[in-house]
C-alpha cells in the first residue's frame, strides 16, 4: 500500500511554526500534475519504499535514507516532494530549500512547495528572498476562489509577517502577575532529622555528636508574596524577527515562627531573541538573593549577574542547548567574587501513551546539565555539579492544568569539609526532588495554583542530609 500523501501531514504537523507544511496537503486542489490517480510506477515504488522505512525506523533514519538515494531518484519530482517534507520536518531548512527549488522547476503549478519555500527561506535567515517569493506566490493565487480556509488562513499569516508594515507581526506590550500564598514547610531551616551525628577524631576515634536545637530540623507554616512584569516583544513574528524583551520581579516567603529563615530575591533582566532555524537567545539578569538572615559560614545573600546563551541544535528540532556565566558576589562574605559555569542539553521525548489523566499532552520535557563553581577563598574548595531534571505537562478534568516534575543532581566539593570532625572527607551529596503543581483559571485575570514539592538529600557527610516536604495554595492576578 502506497504512502498516502494525505495521511502523511500528521507528523508534519508538529512543527514549532503552526503553518509549516500544511498547505503541502490542503492545496491539493491545485496539484494538477501529481495527483495520486496518475502517479507513475516509480512514483509508487518510492512511496512503498519509504513506507518500510518508516515502518523499521525512525522519521531521523528514513530521512537519512531519502538523502543517500538522491542519484536514483534525480528526475521523480515526488522524490523532491518527500525529501523537502522530511527536511523540513527535521528543521534542517538548507537542504529543504533546493529540493523544494527542484520539485517547483519540475511543477510550477505547486502552491504547496511555493509555500514551504517561503517558511524555508525565512527561517534560514534569507528574508529578502523570502518576501519576493511571497509576492510571486500571492500573483499566482490571484483571482483563485476555491482555496481551502486554512490555506488561506495560513497564507494570511504569512503576508501578515513578511509584507505588511506592522513590525512583521510583533506586539509590544507590557504585562505582569501578582500572586500571593500560603503554605507549609516539614523542614524550613534545612535541619537534621537525628539529634546526633556520628564523627570520628583524628586517631580514629569515632563519637556521637549533640547539634544545637537550630540544627534540627524544625516545621513552619509561611506565606508568599510575588510579583513579574515584562515589556517588551513578542508574537509570532519573533519566530522570525529579532525581539527584546525586559524582565523584572520580586518575591518573598515569611515564616511564621523562624523568621531567621525568611527569603528574598530582586532581579531585573533582558533577553535578545533571533529568529531562524537556530533560534538563538540571550538573556542578561541581574539578582539579589537572600536565603537566611543568619550570620555564620554559609552564604546567606548574593549578588548574582548571569549571562546565558540558547540556541536549537542544528540537525536536531527537538533538541536545544545553553551556556550560562555568573559572577557571584557573597556579600556577608570577605570572600572573592566567584564564577559559576553551566552548560546544559535540553529536549523533549513523545510518548506512546493516552492517560485519562491528560488529553492534551503526551510529551516529556528534559534538561541534562553540568556545573563548576570556582570558589576562590571557600575552605571547601570548587564545587561541581551534574542534574538530570524531566517535566510532563498535564490536564485533569477540563479545566485543570498542572506539571509533574522530577530531578537528580549530584554535587561534590573539591576539598575536604572538616579534618577535626570528618577527617580527609570532601562533601558529595545525592539530591532527589519530585514536584506536582496544579492552576486553574478564574475568569480572564484570575489565577488559583497548588503545589507539592519533596525533596531529599544524601550526603557522604551527615550534617548535609535533608529531608523535606512543602506545600502551598496561592491566588494569582494577571494583568
Known amino acids: 500500500m502506497a504512502v498516502s500523501r494525505f495521511m502523511s501531514r500528521p507528523w508534519a ?3 514549532p511554526v503552526s503553518y509549516t507544511l500544511v498547505a503541502r496537503w490542503i492545496a491539493l486542489p491545485l496539484l494538477l500534475a501529481t495527483t495520486a490517480m496518475t502517479a507513475s510506477a516509480q512514483t509508487i515504488s518510492l512511496e512503498q519504499r519509504l513506507l518500510e522505512q518508516l515502518e523499521q525506523g525512525s522519521r531521523v533514519e528514513a530521512y537519512a535514507w531519502l538523502r543517500s538515494i538522491a542519484n536514483e531518484q534525480a528526475e521523480n519530482p515526488a522524490y523532491y516532494d518527500w525529501l523537502s517534507r522530511f527536511a523540513m520536518e527535521q528543521g ?14 519540475m511543477d510550477r503549478r505547486h502552491m504547496g512547495a511555493r509555500l514551504d519555500l517561503v517558511i524555508a527561506l525565512q527561517l534560514e535567515g534569507r528574508s529578502h528572498e523570502a518576501r519576493e517569493q511571497l509576492i510571486e506566490l500571492n500573483e499566482r493565487l490571484a483571482g483563485f476562489n476555491h482555496l481551502p480556509d486554512q490555506a488561506r488562513q495560513q497564507l494570511a499569516e504569512l503576508n501578515k509577517l513578511l509584507l505588511e508594515s506592522n513590525g512583521n507581526g510583533i506586539q509590544r506590550g507590557f504585562s505582569g502577575l501578582l500572586s500571593a500564598g500560603l503554605g507549609y514547610d516539614s523542614n524550613a531551616n534545612r535541619g537534621a532529622d537525628e539529634k546526633t551525628i556520628t564523627v570520628q577524631l583524628p586517631g580514629g576515634l569515632p563519637f556521637d555528636l549533640e547539634l ?19 515589556y517588551g516583544d513578542r508574537g509570532t513574528g519573533c ?18 515562627s523562624l523568621d531567621e529563615y525568611d527569603q528574598r530575591q530582586l532581579y531585573l533582566g533582558t533577553r535578545k531573541s533571533y529568529g531562524g532555524k537556530r533560534q538563538r537567545e540571550y538573556t542578561l539578569m541581574v539578582q539579589n538573593v537572600v536565603s537566611s538572615k543568619l550570620d555564620f559560614d554559609r552564604v546567606d545573600e548574593q549578588n548574582i549577574l548571569g549571562l546565558e546563551y540558547r540556541q536549537r541544535i542544528p540537525g536536531f528540532s527537538l533538541l536545544g542547548g545553553a551556556i550560562k556565566g555568573e559572577l557571584i558576589d557573597e556579600v556577608n562574605n570577605d570572600s572573592s567574587t566567584s564564577l559559576m559555569s553551566t552548560l546544559s542539553l535540553n529536549g523533549v521525548i513523545g510518548l506512546n501513551i493516552n492517560p485519562v489523566f491528560n488529553h ?18 571557600y575552605f571547601a574548595g570548587n564545587t561541581q555539579r551534574l542534574w538530570l531534571s524531566a517535566n510532563y505537562p498535564v490536564m485533569v478534568l477540563e479545566n485543570w492544568q498542572g506539571n509533574l516534575g522530577a530531578s537528580y543532581r549530584w554535587r561534590e566539593d573539591t576539598e575536604t569539609f572538616s579534618e577535626i570532625f570528618f577527617g580527609t572527607t570532601s562533601r558529595q551529596d545525592n539530591e532527589w526532588q519530585v514536584s506536582a503543581t496544579l492552576q486553574r483559571a478564574l475568569g480572564k485575570q484570575w489565577l488559583v495554583s497548588s503545589r507539592a514539592y519533596f525533596e531529599q538529600v544524601d550526603s557522604n557527610i551527615p550534617l548535609f542530609d535533608v529531608n523535606r516536604f512543602q506545600v502551598s495554595l496561592a491566588l494569582a492576578w494577571q494583568f
Open 360 to 377: 492534551t499532552n503526551r510529551k516529556l520535557l528534559w534538561e541534562a546539565g553540568m556545573s563548576w563553581h570556582e570558589r576562590p577563598d
Open 13 to 15: 504537523l508538529c512543527k
Open 92 to 105: 534542517d531548512y538548507a537542504n529543504a530549500i533546493p529540493a523544494l527549488e527542484k520539485l517547483i522547476a
Open 239 to 256: 519566530r522570525f524577527e529579532s525581539c527584546r524583551l525586559w524582565v523584572a520581579g520580586a518575591s518573598t516567603r515569611h515564616y511564621a
Open 212 to 230: 544545637a536545637p537550630e540544627s534540627l530540623k524544625t516545621s513552619d507554616e509561611f506565606t508568599e508574596l510575588a510579583l513579574h512584569t515584562e
